[in-house]
């Protein structure tokens, strides 16, 4: 696959953008003689690095623009071009879209820390001006993680713990899943080559064992569904390296992971999804507690799907996922999905999308405008967005998603700036609680106000958000003023 070629990528556009395949060729050959003579470390020519980037956005439909700084994306870090000779050349679009993923040049920085702190803050923020420079930016990564091999072996530890700590959990919340998994296996790869190892061989074999298993499953479940005239096509899926390394680490063992072996049903709408549902339950028994509805309550990145766990032939465990055709592309591709429904007017949506339904955007707008500092801002980030993070349900059922460890007083101010000030008592699965209470998965929560109850600056030695704490602080600040 790294023998691609530029007809690869122009193959790759024609599918879906015929008239323009001309941009597409200008790009390369504009990129191509900027890096000339320049090589990567494999010994390739430079530009098999962008092409790659590109196809791998062509592959998601991306709009022009966006190929385009795919093709261009290294080129003002490692050219000598400049922005307004893409702008001349190509666009604006196309420039601001390069510009956001080169790095802040290095004579703005005295020590390597800062200039790291700098340009993570810069990929992080980038998602609130233009969605799809992260989604370029995960593109290279992807490459450079799939060639990471040609690299020095303190590199590979630094690029590899950079990519699991940051662009993992950026792919997660625009929904990124394949990108997501394929990072993610091959950072564990070179940071416990030991348990990559192990897992990968216990992985085969089980994949060796289950396969037949799992197809006479899957034919099962179409005869049924094509008897009750619901078209859909089913694929056999078995849980990445990295997903089991995390299950066997939080004390699973590999036949108690109720994910490892599972059948994704896809169906032509919703009301087929609840269709297939009762058929599928009334064929094999489930188990009550793994079922979850995220069609009615989608994640925070929008995925949507029904899951539900069924003891299969020989009472094996095995995961179903059902959902219409467009939920499963939004399972894969998540934001960029858009670029595939919307065509050229996808970049708004996705941006209206992002705004609207994804708790995260909020949280991360706060965050930075809160820290100033770079190495603060990043810290808050990863401990607060980047790291485990809850689920809980208010009174109507929605989800709230919050960092763990977080407290009624965080969930009332996620809510609104009213219910934390005037918070008094928290309800979790029909139990009063005191406020300092740590939340888990899943709970339900109920908050109490009264007009008269007010903060303490106690609550700030509890809360977990940065939307708490600094609703607090306001708080008691103008409270100090008056009296
Ligand atoms: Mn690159």
């Avoid at 200039?115 to 969605?131: P, Q, Y």
């Avoid at 009174?395 to 609104?416: C, H, M, Q, R, V």
């Avoid at 929560?445 to 939307?467: A, F, G, H, M, Y």
């Amino acid at each position: 696959m790294n023998n691609l070629t530029i007809e690869d990528l122009l193959n790759l556009v024609r599918a879906y953008e015929p008239t323009k395949i001309n941009i597409v060729e200008q790009a390369y050959k504009f990129a191509d003689l900027l890096h000339s003579g320049q090589l990567r470390q494999s010994g390739e020519p430079y530009i098999i690095h962008p092409l790659n980037v590109a196809c791998t956005l062509a592959e998601m439909h991306a709009d022009i623009d966006t190929i385009c700084a795919g093709l261009l994306h290294d080129t003002l870090e490692d050219t000598k071009v400049t922005k307004e000779e893409i702008i001349e050349t190509f666009n604006g679009d196309v420039a601001t879209l390069v510009d956001g993923v080169t790095k802040i040049s290095k004579i703005n920085f005295s020590t390597r820390d800062d200039e790291d702190l700098a340009n993570t803050r810069k990929i992080i923020t980038s998602i609130t001006t233009d969605v799809r420079i992260i989604i370029i930016k995960l593109a290279d990564r992807l490459h450079n993680m799939r060639t990471l091999q040609y690299k020095k072996k303190e590199k590979q530890q630094e690029n590899a713990l950079e990519t699991l700590e940051i662009f993992v959990p950026l792919a997660h919340y625009i929904g990124a899943h394949r990108i997501k998994m394929e990072l993610e296996d091959l950072s564990l790869q070179y940071l416990r080559p030991d348990a990559y190892k192990s897992i990968e061989e216990k992985r085969s074999l089980i994949e060796e064992e289950n396969t037949e298993y799992l197809f006479n499953m899957r034919n099962t479940i179409n005869n049924i569904l094509n008897e009750n005239s619901i078209e859909n096509w089913i694929k056999i899926c078995i849980k990445n390296i990295y997903g089991i390394y995390k299950d066997l680490e939080n004390d699973y063992n590999l036949s108690s992971i109720h994910d490892l072996l599972a059948l994704k049903i896809a169906v032509a709408n919703t009301e087929n999804c609840y269709r297939s549902l009762g058929l599928i339950h009334s064929k094999y028994h489930p188990v009550n507690e793994l079922f979850k509805d995220y069609i009615c309550n989608p994640k925070n990145n929008m995925y949507q799907s029904l899951h539900t766990t069924v003891f299969g032939e020989a009472n094996k465990l095995i995961q179903l996922q059902i959902r219409d055709y467009d939920m499963d592309r939004v399972a894969s591709f998540g934001l960029a999905t858009y670029w595939y429904i919307n065509g050229c007017d996808a970049r708004e949506v996705m941006q209206k999308k992002l705004t609207e339904k994804c708790q995260f955007f909020k949280t991360l707008s706060e965050i930075n405008s809160v820290f100033a500092n770079n190495q603060d801002f990043v810290n808050q980030i990863k401990s607060e967005l980047f790291s485990n993070r809850i689920y809980v349900y208010n009174t109507g059922g929605i989800a709230i998603e919050l960092p763990k460890n977080s407290t009624p007083i965080d969930f009332a101010y996620k809510l609104s700036t009213n219910n934390g000030n005037h918070l008094v008592a928290a309800i979790v699965n029909d139990k009063y609680v005191p406020l300092n209470y740590s939340l888990s998965d899943n709970d339900r929560v109920e908050i109490q106000c009264n007009d008269l109850s007010r903060p303490t600056s106690e609550w700030l030695d509890v809360v977990q958000t940065t939307k708490a704490k600094r609703l607090i602080k306001e708080y008691l600040k103008e409270m100090k003023s008056y009296s």
